[in-house]
């Protein structure tokens, strides 16, 4: 680019070497000293270099940028100079330029860390001492732009973890001006990618970021890690479409245990039930249930399949001691685990008792131990000597019953229940003649004819009395939600009884 000056100087120029011209012209004609003399006028370089500068430019941050000019001068170019002013700086720096040939001149500066815009000027002087500013007036302008991505730092790059170990990756992240956002991305077992902020120490640039590990999945998590300034520039570690990768193994027992449903006192030729569980953070795929001695149990193996967390076991019938029995269970990685020992304690078989049970009224449903037997008159029989039963007698319109008891070695014991009925029924009574006096259980409740008196459940005495016949006196049955009518004949001598009951109140 050509600044006004150089073409000032181009002007001025011509006009020298017109004028020049003109007074040899005016010298021919005179003698030949004389013109001699006047054709050699003594010229001074009095014109300065011309530049040809880049103008504005831009580069960036830390970049190195070469400026470049095209410098001419009619004698020569004794020095050219290039003075720029830093961001944030307030005073200019100078710099030589070198010429690398056709009248080119060249420097190279550093950029700064720094974004913005930085002023420049160039001044070149010939071998007379003209000097000339580019440009004139001003200064060109560097805009200095961020293009340079963060750096990261890997400084833990864990490999592999264990089911339910969660993994603590941790990175330097590093920018030349400033870090805008920085997050690892992972992609669990079996899952969605999660993104995790790192979490950045400023005056470290270091940043850790945790990876949730699944307690029950085994298998490969990918990752990688991400960073942006604030100008937008993305560094990816690892570089590329690459991922690192943690491998999930499972090192983890299955949780074990054992009990039995049966009581302390065990006898021979029981069998009994015992009980288990296991969870294990993938999968179990065996599960044995083990004893020692191996004659307690009737059995042709030393061991049980015990999947479903349960196994019943026939006792030997002429085994009395103490066994053990020990859960084993192992999931898909191999992990085993096992149960601390179940000790059962067997005792000699005791001859068997029985219950024979009767009700007031029949019929009623007989349950022992929560289970239903028949109704009475029932006997039960076979039941192990002295252990607790719970026998309970269920009647319909009557209060269950219920009683705690055992039976004897080779005895029967036996048991009459007498129910009560619950709930309330009504009474309606007439005489003949009417106005007799009616007790119930004593207690006077009205004249005849006595209608709906509602009286409670179960057996009462009815006495009917008048003045100058012979009283009567009944025991009745009332049901409840059921209705008792009575009819009374009070004439001397022999008399009549009509009774009925009627469903409903």
Not at 319 to 337: P, R, S
Not at 356 to 379: C, M, N, Q, W
Not at 401 to 416: A, C, L, Q, R, S
Not at 445 to 473: F, M, Q, S, W
């Amino acid at each position: 680019m050509f600044s006004k000056y150089n073409v000032f100087r181009s002007a001025f120029v011509l006009m020298l070497i017109g004028s020049f011209v003109l007074q040899a012209k005016e010298a021919k004609g005179g003698d030949n000293n004389e013109a001699s003399k006047k054709g050699s006028i003594e010229v001074n370089d009095i014109l300065p270099p011309s530049i040809e500068a880049l103008g504005n430019l831009s580069g960036g941050t830390g970049d190195r940028l070469e400026l470049s000019a095209t410098i001419k001068d009619n004698v020569g170019v004794a020095s050219s100079k290039l003075y720029w002013l830093n961001i944030g700086e307030d005073r200019y720096t100078e710099k030589d330029m070198e010429e690398k040939g056709d009248d080119v001149y060249t420097t190279t500066i550093t950029l700064p860390d720094k974004v913005g815009e930085l002023n420049y000027y160039l001044v070149a002087r010939d071998l007379e001492g003209n000097e000339t500013r580019e440009p004139l007036d001003g200064t060109y302008r560097i805009t200095v732009i961020d293009n340079k991505p963060p750096i990261i730092e890997v400084i833990t790059l864990p490999l592999s973890s264990t089911t339910g170990e969660d993994v603590v990756v941790k990175a330097k992240i590093l920018d030349n001006i400033s870090i805008d956002t920085a997050s690892l991305k992972y992609t669990p077992i079996d899952g969605d990618q999660k993104d995790v902020v790192f979490d950045i120490d400023p005056d470290t640039s270091i940043g850790s970021a945790t990876i949730k590990v699944a307690a029950n999945k085994v298998g490969t998590i990918t990752y990688y890690i991400e960073a942006k300034d604030k100008a937008g520039n993305i560094a990816r570690s690892p570089e590329g479409t690459d991922l690192y990768k943690i491998t999930v193994v499972d090192n983890i027992k299955p949780d074990v245990s054992l009990s039995s449903d049966n009581p302390s006192d065990v006898e021979s030729g029981d069998v009994i039930t015992i009980l288990g569980d296991f969870k294990d953070n993938d999968c179990v795929k065996e599960a044995r249930l083990m004893w020692k001695p191996l004659n307690a149990i009737d059995s042709s193996s030393d061991s049980i399949d015990f999947i479903k967390k349960s196994a019943r076991l026939k006792i030997k019938d002429d085994f009395v001691g103490k066994f053990e029995c020990v859960l084993v269970a192992e999931d898909k990685a191999g992990n085993k685990a096992t149960t601390p020992p179940l000790e059962v304690k067997v005792s000699k078989r005791l001859p068997r008792g029985s219950f024979f049970i009767t009700s007031s009224p029949e019929h009623a449903k007989v349950f022992l131990d929560e289970r239903y037997k028949g109704e009475t008159p029932l006997k039960i029989s076979e039941l192990r000597p002295w252990k607790p039963f719970k026998l309970v007698l269920k009647l319909k319109d009557f209060a269950p019953w219920e009683i705690k008891t055992f039976v004897e070695p080779g005895h029967t014991t036996e048991i009459n229940a007498t129910l009560k009925a619950e709930g309330e029924g009504t009474v309606f009574i007439i005489s003949s003649p009417p106005m007799a006096k009616v007790y119930i259980d004593g207690e006077f409740v009205g004249t005849t004819p006595v209608r709906d008196i509602r009286i409670e459940a179960g057996k009462h005495n009815l006495n009917v009395v008048k003045e100058g016949y012979r009283p009567r006196t009944k025991e009745i049955f009332v049901l409840n939600g059921r209705k008792v009518y009575l009819r009374f004949n009070l004439e001397s001598g022999a008399y009549s009884e009509v009774v009925t009951i009627k469903r409903g109140l």
